[in-house]
């Protein structure tokens, strides 16, 4: 194998140009000619190819967003697109392809794989919703990002004595909503792995205010979604005033931690090395604390676990 190439796909996550830097670096680094690919599967197909030196990749890992772009793309849901996507790469002379997405970008890599193309997927999505690895690049600053947030929706919450319902991003995975309601200290946390009940947690904020709490903060998935409706069911119910907040797009944005960075950076390293060595169809991720690789098939077949033991520790510290 002598020329890769790294694309982005789906939705942008903080962290993946700290990963693009690192499959292109360590590419170069292991003797590689590296090649960029423009706006995921769309500008594959389009031949939107360029070749990257280190130079292109300077000045990139402390931004958000790709450098690369990215995009969704229908046509390579199809097998006509995906040809055409394999022979562009064939015609550009990539044997090796690092593919930084979801598991929609990672279906595609698979089907990539069995056209020839050694693929490789790294987990970049803000979502952490891939059951294969502990975490995605992308998690941790948005995590942080709504923490923040929260932290500033309870102040104004306090002072006016208001229930605070804030819906975060996370598609069908609860994992935005978990991590940062019990790190903000949420007195309710509503996923879809666990649904809820409208009538026991308008019980639970008037429990709550009984008790003497100055505001009651809701964190909401959007995979279960309609905060504004939720606000004004609330208010209606319980007779306090309530505010929805969907923090949205904001989430996808701003500079990535410094865990992200360090992961991004290990992963990127690490789909370099598989390369090398000549394996195709793995993803690369994290588990028990260290980097590992899977098939993309079992990887996806994974079923999704949900942390448990967390929302039950959320739950209890919450009153
Ligand atoms: P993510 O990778 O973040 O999950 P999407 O689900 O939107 O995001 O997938 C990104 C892109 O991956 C899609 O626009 C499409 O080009 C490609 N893709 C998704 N699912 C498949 C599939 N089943 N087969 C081939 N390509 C796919
Ligand atoms: O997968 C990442 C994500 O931000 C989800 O949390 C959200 O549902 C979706 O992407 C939003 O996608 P779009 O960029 O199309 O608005």
Redesign the pocket.
């Known amino acids: 194998m002598k020329t890769i190439a790294v694309l982005t796909s ?4 903080p962290g993946m140009n700290a990963a693009i830097r690192a499959v292109v670096r360590a590419g170069l680094d292991k003797g590689f000619k590296v090649m960029g690919i423009q706006r995921g599967y769309s500008g594959l197909i389009n031949g939107e190819i360029f070749p990257m030196d280190r130079h292109n990749v300077a000045d990139i890992i402390q931004r958000g967003g790709t450098i690369l772009r990215t995009a ?1 793309c229908e046509e390579f849901k199809t097998e006509e697109g995906r040809k055409r996507g394999a022979n562009i790469l064939k015609t550009f002379g990539i044997d090796g392809l690092v593919v930084i997405g ?1 598991d929609g970008s990672f279906a595609g890599a698979q089907l990539l794989s069995k056209l020839g193309i050694a693929t490789i997927g790294l987990p970049g ?3 952490n ?1 891939l059951s294969y690895t502990d975490y995605t690049i992308g998690f941790d600053t948005a995590i942080n990002t709504v923490l923040d947030a929260i932290n500033k929706l309870r102040d104004t919450s306090t002072s006016h004595e208001r229930v605070s319902i804030v819906e975060v ?3 069908n ?1 609860g994992d ?1 909503a978990l991590y940062t309601g019990l790190a903000g200290g949420a007195e309710s946390i509503i996923v879809p792995e666990k649904g809820y009940n409208q009538d026991e947690l308008c019980r639970t904020i008037l429990e709550g205010k009984l008790r003497g709490k100055m505001h009651n903060l809701i964190i909401l998935a ?1 995979g279960i979604g309609g905060a504004e409706k939720l606000a004004k069911k609330v208010q209606d119910v319980t007779g306090i005033d309530t505010r929805a907040t969907i923090l949205g ?1 904001i ?2 944005g701003g500079s990535p931690t410094c865990m992200d960075r360090v992961w991004a950076s290990r992963m990127g390293y690490r789909a370099v090395e598989l390369l090398q060595e000549g394996k195709s169809g793995k993803v690369v991720g994290v588990g028990n604390g260290q980097i590992i690789d899977m098939d993309i098939d079992e990887a996806l077949a994974m079923p999704r676990k949900f942390d448990e033991k967390l929302y039950e520790i959320a739950k209890a510290l919450s009153y």
């Open positions: 789906g939705g942008d996550a969704r979801g999505t803000i979502d919703d991003m996370g598609r995975c935005i959007e797009h989430q996808r």
